[in-house]
């Protein structure tokens, strides 16, 4: 299967920040994967037999997406932003469920404990 060219942005001539990923996290069971984005985006999707459906996309933040992380169970993902800001996601339905401030400075990785 062959994809498809990202089209660019007509000023800059680079693809636009909804376009750049900046993070991604694929959940133990292979079933969902999530894509932090540079303008700010969090993107879910679902994976099966290969092919990615896009589930949901949401724009919480301004700042980029630093960091993305699911729970070991998979229903929650936790997301890091350069604004210093961990927000709580639900897996199924798509949504955020807390945003809570971390930090004065990026937040740059997470971990479940």
Not at 72 to 94: C, K, M, W
Request: charge should be positive; include cysteine.
């Amino acid at each position: 299967m062959q994809g498809k060219e990202l089209p660019l942005d007509a000023a800059t001539k680079e693809l636009n920040n909804g376009a750049k990923g900046r993070s991604i996290d694929i959940d133990k069971q292979g079933r969902y994967a999530v894509l932090g984005m540079r303008d700010g985006s969090v993107r879910l999707y679902k994976i099966a037999k290969g092919a990615w459906q896009l589930m949901g996309v949401d724009k919480t933040r301004k700042s980029w997406i630093q960091c993305v992380k699911f729970s070991p169970n998979g229903r929650q993902i936790a997301v890091g932003s350069h604004d210093g800001f961990v927000d709580l996601y639900d897996t199924e339905p798509f949504a955020c469920k807390k945003k809570m401030k971390a930090s004065s400075s990026a937040v740059t990785q997470l971990d479940w404990s």
